[in-house]
């Protein structure tokens, strides 16, 4: 079996430097969750987990579990399965390939692998991070430590344990594909730098996020029109009608709709990155050409 293994989401360097970075580990962790149990189609990205901290509130003095909870059934509609209290249960959830745990408990008591490959192995409080069972052998499991810029450190299991058992075993479990409301986003053009998209005048323009029906913004273009930037164009698909926008939208960078998702019909593209580089080539190809013509001419 292939366990998806989201990308870590680290919070060293989310808030400005002052503030204390552990308070955002249960919403790092809790997003990695997020891709596993929608099989990666939720983004594990900083900014994901940044719109997780907008949901519950923006607390700077650590999250909860039932913080999470709340804040993903506001995101995404589901939320994780919340356990506590059994050694047996963890031991069992954490061995399981096709689930994606998020464990709280005492930072010190995670194993020294975990730690040392970490931005603050000397905190001494609380912490929440994200496992799962390696599929390679029986017995190990993959960490994603907020606390690091690592991906994916290799521990056994029972190494663990004594980190879980700090809180009373207490754990959030993501099911592989348990969500079954799921987001498809198929890039088909991306522009680096971002390319100008042009808005003509009077055009009625919402802006979406993906996991939400309504728009978040609305405006109607001016009689001068209107201009913006967007750093992709892709193919939007909803498990259900209803659940957000779908088809062909263009991912803002700035202006009235940065950061949100405009529906790209009625918009004047930038050009497609590849015919910009075949113009360039061909330009390239002919006045090569012409230099040649020079050099023939000029030798006579």
């Known amino acids: 079996m292939t366990v998806y293994l989201p990308a870590n989401v680290s919070e060293v360097g989310v808030y400005r430097p002052g503030t204390r970075i552990e308070t955002t580990c249960t919403l790092c962790a809790g997003t990695a969750g997020a891709a596993k149990a929608s099989r990666g189609r939720i983004p594990a990205t900083v900014a994901?987990?940044?719109?997780?901290?907008?949901?519950?509130?923006?607390?700077?003095?650590?999250?909860?579990?039932?913080?999470?909870?709340?804040?993903?059934?506001?995101?995404?509609?589901?939320?994780?399965?919340?356990?506590?209290?059994?050694?047996?249960?963890?031991?069992?959830?954490?061995?399981?390939?096709?689930?994606?745990?998020?464990?709280?408990?005492?930072y010190q008591q995670?194993?020294?692998?975990?730690?040392?490959?970490?931005?603050?192995?000397?905190?001494?409080?609380?912490?929440?991070?994200?496992?799962?069972?390696?599929?390679?052998?029986?017995?190990?499991?993959?960490?994603?430590?907020?606390l690091a810029t690592v991906t994916g450190t290799r521990v056994r299991t029972a190494d663990l344990e004594p980190f879980a058992r700090s809180h009373n075993y207490e754990h959030d479990v993501y099911r592989e594909g348990a969500w079954k409301?799921?987001?498809?986003?198929?890039?088909?053009?991306?522009?680096?730098?971002?390319?100008?998209?042009?808005?003509?005048?009077?055009?009625?323009?919402?802006?979406?996020?993906?996991?939400?029906?309504?728009?978040?913004?609305?405006?109607?273009i001016g009689p001068k029109g209107s201009s913006a930037h967007a750093f992709q164009l892709a193919t939007v698909a909803q498990a259900a009608a209803g659940d957000g926008p779908a088809g062909a939208m263009l991912h803002m960078t700035d202006g009235y709709f940065a950061d949100l998702w405009v529906p790209s019909a009625g918009l004047t593209l930038p050009p497609s990155p590849a015919s910009a580089m075949r113009a360039a080539v061909e330009k390239a190809a002919r006045d090569l050409q012409q230099v040649k013509a020079d050099l023939d001419q000029a030798l006579g």
């Not at 100008?196 to 913004?217: C, E, I, N, S, T």
């Open 110 to 146: 995670l194993p020294a692998a975990i730690r040392e490959a970490g931005h603050q192995p000397g905190y001494d409080g609380g912490h929440a991070i994200y496992h799962q069972a390696e599929p390679r052998g029986t017995g190990w499991s993959v960490v994603n430590d907020p």
């Open 181 to 220: 409301t799921m987001i498809t986003v198929t890039v088909t053009e991306t522009w680096d730098p971002p390319g100008r998209v042009l808005f003509p005048a009077g055009a009625k323009v919402a802006g979406y996020q993906l996991d939400r029906p309504a728009p978040v913004k609305r405006t109607a």
């Open 48 to 106: 994901e987990m940044t719109r997780l901290w907008y949901a519950v509130g923006r607390a700077f003095n650590g999250y909860t579990s039932a913080q999470l909870r709340t804040g993903q059934q506001a995101l995404y509609r589901h939320g994780p399965e919340h356990r506590v209290g059994s050694a047996g249960v963890w031991r069992t959830d954490a061995a399981d390939q096709a689930l994606g745990i998020v464990t709280y408990g005492d």
